[in-house]
């Protein structure tokens, strides 16, 4: 299956007359090798498909090998070629030598596109900034929707909360303990282990697998970071908590959604609100089976508000869109949408007891937001909200 939007978005670009560097920045297997083999087939260019993706990190003679490959397509087709680098944030050096490779390109006229593509959003945006400025252009992928999984397998709403959207994971959900054993061993695991670790420095690796397990177990609650250092043995300090959770966001695991307030430092320096990116690492890693989470008002009620949280963290890469809670006294509001002047406060009625009340009627009262959503219960059908990104609710769609 194509990833319609997203395989459009890169097509027209390589089939543009001008030579670009296209990034595709994403968590691990959410479709990229599929949709930059899929574009080299359509595109009609000689191409140079070449992963980084080893235990061992590849050296600079490596990529110019791999660059120099597809250099010689380029010269002997009218169009130039195309050069695609999988996982390249695992090659040593990769921003300083892709500048190097570039920029002698530019000087040789040679008419080669190149596509980076990375597992690591974080990693990937920093050697953008820092070395090729002005270079390039990204395209986020982000893990895949619940309409994109509906249209690719038939799924309905509970198969969605209860499996999440990793694709490959899909064909084992019918044998639930197979289906876990795949997600913690092949996704968690491997990106724990070769895309934050290996190539970030972390002086407290087991410290770093205990935050996402953490983040997982109260996905959809606010947290406080001393709250967080009470649960988790050699925890050191705030700003290191803080740090590890930037890094697992940076991977596509988990964030922490900070606290809307119409105070930028205030924002910062609240408690945050943990949030998986995936219903798939929170429901693998908790050990119940789907029964038992179907039979738990509380834990299903959970899984719904991740799976919205989720859906409208991702939705929102790349628009311009902030994604927020706010909180004041026992009064909540689940999520805060904002881009430019418009702000949309949205409620989830997801069937689970909570321990706080809606604040809509104080957040209005406070901040005037543009609207205000009920979704679950007698508002938005999840389903239906689930079908829209989150550009959609700000009246503003991309």
Same mark, same amino acid.
């Given at each position: 299956?194509?990833?319609?939007?997203?395989?459009?978005?890169?097509?027209?670009?390589? *089939?543009?007359?001008?030579?670009?560097?296209?990034?595709?920045?994403?968590?691990?297997?959410?479709?990229?090798?599929?949709?930059?083999?899929?574009?080299?087939?359509?595109?009609?260019?000689?191409?140079?498909?070449?992963?980084? &993706?080893?235990?061992?990190?590849?050296?600079?003679?490596?990529?110019?090998?791999?660059?120099?490959?597809?250099?010689?397509?380029?010269?002997?087709?009218?169009?130039?070629?195309?050069?695609?680098?999988?996982?390249?944030?695992?090659?040593?050096?990769?921003?300083?030598?892709?500048?190097?490779?570039?920029?002698?390109?530019?000087?040789?006229?040679?008419?080669?596109?190149?596509?980076?593509?990375?597992?690591?959003?974080?990693?990937?945006?920093?050697?953008?900034?820092?070395?090729?400025?002005?270079?390039?252009?990204?395209?986020?992928?982000?893990?895949?929707?619940?309409?994109e999984m509906q249209e690719a397998f038939g799924w309905d709403l509970e198969k969605y909360l209860l499996f999440g959207?990793?694709?490959?994971?899909?064909?084992?959900?019918?044998?639930?303990?197979?289906?876990?054993?795949?997600? *913690?061993?092949?996704?968690?695991?491997?990106?724990?282990?070769?895309?934050?670790?290996?190539?970030?420095?972390?002086?407290?690796?087991?410290?770093?697998?205990?935050?996402?397990?953490?983040?997982?177990?109260?996905?959809?609650?606010?947290?406080?970071?001393?709250?967080?250092?009470?649960?988790?043995?050699?925890?050191?300090?705030?700003?290191?908590?803080?740090?590890?959770?930037?890094?697992?966001?940076?991977?596509?695991?988990?964030?922490?959604?900070?606290?809307?307030?119409?105070?930028?430092?205030?924002?910062?320096?609240?408690?945050?609100?943990?949030?998986?990116?995936?219903?798939?690492?929170?429901?693998?890693?908790?050990?119940?089976?789907?029964?038992?989470?179907?039979?738990?008002? &509380?834990?299903?009620?959970?899984?719904?508000?991740?799976?919205?949280?989720?859906?409208?963290? *991702?939705?929102?890469?790349?628009?311009?869109?902030?994604?927020?809670?706010?909180?004041?006294? *026992?009064?909540?509001?689940?999520?805060?949408?904002?881009?430019?002047?418009?702000?949309?406060?949205?409620?989830?009625?997801?069937?689970?007891?909570?321990?706080?009340f809606s604040g809509i009627a104080a957040f209005d009262k406070a901040h005037h937001p543009t609207s205000k959503l009920?979704?679950?219960?007698?508002?938005?059908?999840?389903?239906?909200?689930?079908?829209?990104?989150?550009?959609?609710?700000?009246?503003?769609?991309?």
């Amino acid at each position: 299956m194509k990833r319609s939007h997203l395989y459009s978005q890169l097509l027209s670009r390589v *089939n543009e007359p001008r030579r670009f560097i296209q990034v595709l920045a994403g968590p691990r297997q959410v479709g990229k090798t599929t949709l930059s083999r899929q574009v080299m087939e359509a595109s009609g260019l000689p191409a140079h498909y070449a992963s980084a &993706d080893e235990p061992t990190l590849r050296d600079q003679a490596w990529l110019e090998q791999q660059w120099d490959l597809a250099r010689l397509k380029a010269r002997n087709h009218p169009e130039g070629a195309l050069l695609v680098i999988d996982e390249i944030q695992k090659a040593a050096r990769w921003p300083e030598v892709v500048k190097l490779l570039w920029d002698a390109d530019t000087h040789d006229a040679t008419p080669l596109k190149v596509v980076l593509l990375g597992s690591s959003p974080l990693l990937i945006q920093s050697g953008l900034t820092e070395s090729l400025a002005g270079r390039f252009e990204t395209i986020p992928v982000p893990h895949w929707s619940f309409a994109e999984m509906q249209e690719a397998f038939g799924w309905d709403l509970e198969k969605y909360l209860l499996f999440g959207a990793y694709p490959g994971a899909a064909p084992l959900a019918d044998d639930p303990d197979r289906w876990r054993q795949y997600i *913690n061993d092949s996704l968690i695991e491997t990106t724990l282990s070769r895309d934050i670790l290996l190539l970030t420095r972390v002086d407290k690796p087991a410290l770093l697998r205990r935050m996402f397990q953490l983040a997982c177990a109260y996905s959809g609650q606010i947290l406080a970071y001393q709250k967080m250092l009470g649960q988790l043995v050699d925890a050191g300090n705030t700003v290191t908590l803080a740090h590890y959770l930037q890094l697992l966001e940076g991977a596509g695991m988990v964030a922490g959604l900070q606290k809307f307030s119409g105070n930028q430092i205030r924002q910062r320096a609240s408690s945050p609100k943990l949030q998986v990116l995936n219903t798939a690492l929170m429901t693998a890693q908790s050990g119940r089976s789907p029964d038992a989470w179907r039979t738990d008002s &509380d834990a299903w009620g959970r899984l719904i508000e991740s799976a919205v949280g989720a859906h409208l963290v *991702n939705t929102a890469i790349g628009t311009g869109i902030s994604v927020t809670y706010w909180r004041e006294q *026992n009064k909540e509001v689940d999520f805060v949408l904002q881009r430019g002047d418009s702000l949309v406060a949205i409620e989830v009625k997801s069937g689970g007891r909570k321990q706080t009340f809606s604040g809509i009627a104080a957040f209005d009262k406070a901040h005037h937001p543009t609207s205000k959503l009920l979704v679950g219960g007698q508002g938005i059908p999840i389903v239906e909200f689930l079908q829209a990104p989150a550009s959609h609710w700000l009246g503003t769609p991309i």
